[in-house]
């Protein structure tokens, strides 16, 4: 049970404050409601460049890193499809510092050349490190592609391409800036050895004079349920070739995402699961494979993949992932195995919660998602699945159908 | 109605003012000598249980039988198939991982406390009872050596291979690595052989971290206590560092590659050194955080790169200064010069007072995150026992970083800092 404090700044702040006696360390979090899904189809990975400019100097601060460092801090910040958030731990006696930052650069960025032209390089180099010069790197922009005729999670958060990273103007930074990083579209949680009326104290000073801002109002279009079975074969110089395979599944407050997450891990998680035990160890068909979801907010792709032990044909590998899928939906999930998956989730759960850092970022994306308290509940959610919901569920989404398929050829 | 001063930073308690405190473990031996180092906390009811051997590659006497000995461990054993130990392990939501390192290779359980009792005797099997099955023994070889194929087309695994070799020589653990033919050649006599003399009558230690149960201690003994470990002496393996003669190494893996990996790395010496932990925070002022001068410059302000950092890279015989970083094809040369430029400055002045006290805070507040919980404080523990330092390390330690002055640190930079002395390895 995580406990936490909760109140709204006048300007629309949530603030959630989670008091933990035990550590000499305090965790600040500022999640904003933005994320890739926001951005416009012409102008991908302007999330992720924005999160890189958070750091390029506020409006009275020229440099956010080293005062922090100064005080004994540290700080990072990830943006996904969903979200962007930024975190810094520091010791608990130099939290000021912390609001002192965060307020500074939600009041207004420096908007600085310099920086947008640095960072635009950086973001470049970043995705050619991790989508570009890696072998299968670019497999998840071809797929998201294809499973997402219409939503915006068919990019990636790194950006559909390097030029629109490359064209991002000041005008566009500030325009995103004063639309999406405003009080009123963030959340703040602050947690460590501290009161919450000081919290609460500290929050006025700092970030109560910040103008509220407009409430952003998501409207994307949902994507339409697919009806034919999509497929793409890509050639590449890799020494293995690959199989993808993904099927849409609920948004992140529907039952069925809870259901899909089982649904993972009976699949593919751990070597006594069926993918890894049927396909990698007895036929080995598989040099790996992978089952995993993204836990997206919107309705988001349960995913199969995995490179091919030579000699075997991708069709094979298809066939053989098919068979698995098959096996489950005609026989149904054994008491053991459903029993399995849950202690995982239990066990999985609690080493969430070893850490502040962890638990700080968790209850701000519970709060993201509508309410903090729905952290506390998630295990008695997985607890009450049962195995005939599960195949309900898996009969749903497992349609030929609703299946996109990437053949990733290697050829040399 | 901000009348609110935002340009002025709020006052600071200097983190080097902080008394900083490593609480001691629970320490006791088991019956046949097994040291347990036990650290009990937390809220979550969970713990992390790591049996260190010293079985690194440094005892092997083929290349890959220590890395695969320790793979194999959980793929059967007297019992159980390697199916039936996965099933036990995860029906309770455990994880039993293993890692092989150059001097040591571990077991890590990671689990709900509740269910400690019930899995301490499977590991002990591990231990004891691994048969290491030849068709086991096969998959294994098959998919090594196919991730293998795929991590060779990696820009950055091939040159933290490269750096190693040209370092420490091929023949060395330090500088060793994995290639088809040794895969092919793996054989279980020899894994078996390798098994029972560093596992099963081998040495090792026992670090136990987090909410533990009561009897911890009991459970121990009578699972890992009459195991025939820790009986006869480790034998005596000593090797030579035999270093490349050619200090740069440039090379294309990928001709359409559109990044080069850079290391750049010399040879230094090892934790006990005197200038072992001056040079900590002379690496922290050049490469060692975000606010580092390889990061201001060669990120912040150039933007060759994503991300760039030095560090050492501490091993028991000889330890290595190294900087690492990935960069656009068409800015490598550039970025090798910019780093040299940047050891050059180190050598020319010392910091000024203003970027040591920030480097001083910063390490005492990240000394104090890794302190945080007993996850963190176990991990401290038994990096100084497995490495046998002294008694008030940890104190000393800390008095050097608060103490170190800017001549101290310039000295250092000319000693260490010499282009003539770092190996540089760039693969495209």
Redesign the interface.
Known sequence: MIHFNRFVLDNGLRVLVHE?F????AVVNVMYDVGARDENPDRTGFAHLFEHLMFGGS???PDY???L??????NNAYTTNDLTNYYC???V??I??A??LE??RM?SLAFGKKSL??????????F??HY?????GNAWHHLRSLAYTTHPYQWLTIGKELKHVEEASLDDVKQFFFKHYRPINAILVVSGPVKTDDIKRLAD??FG?IAMGEKYIRNLTAEPLQTAARKKDIDS????DAFYRCYPIAGRLDRGYYLSDLLTDIMGS???SRLF?KL??EQ?IF??IDCYHFGSIDPGLLAIEG?L??GISLDEAAAAVEHEIEELLTNGIQP?EL??I???????I??E????MSRTNSLAFYELLGDAALMNEELSRYQSITADELLAYGKQIFKKEHSNTLFYHAVN | MDKLNRKKAPAIEDAVAFHLKLDTPLIYKLSNATPVYAMHGGAQEVVKIEWVFNAGNWYEDKNLIAASTNFLLKNGTKNKTALAISEAIEYYGASVSRSCYNETATITLHCLSKHVAILLPLIASLINEAVFPEDEINIYRKMQLQRLSVNLRKCDFVANRLIDAVLYGEAHPYGITSNAAAYEALSREELNAFYHQFYTHGFCKIFAAGHLPDNLDALLEAHFGSLPMNAKPLPDRAHNIIPNMVKKHHIINDENGVQGAIRIGRSFPGRKHPDYVKSLVLNNIFGGYFGSRLMSNIREDKGYTYGIYSYIQPYQQQSAWMISTEAGRDVCAATIEEIYKEMNLLCAAPPDEDELYLVRNYMMGSLLGDLDGPFQQITRWKNYILNDLPEGYFEESIATVKNISGEELLALAREYFQQKDFYEIQVI
């Open positions: 933990d035990s550590t000499p360390l409006i009275n601060i890193d080293e005062p460092q100064k005080a004994g801090g540290e731990q520091l010791p006696q130099n000021e510092t609001f002192w307020s500074d009041l032209d640095v960072q635009r390089k950086v973001v470049c180099e970043e050619k490190e570009l010069n890696k072998p299968y000073k700092w004079p110089n890799v020494p293995l751990g070597a006594s035990q990698v160890k080995q040099a790996g490179k032990v030579k053991q029993e399995k849950k202690n995982k989730t239990e066990s999985v609690a080493f919660d070893v850490a502040l």
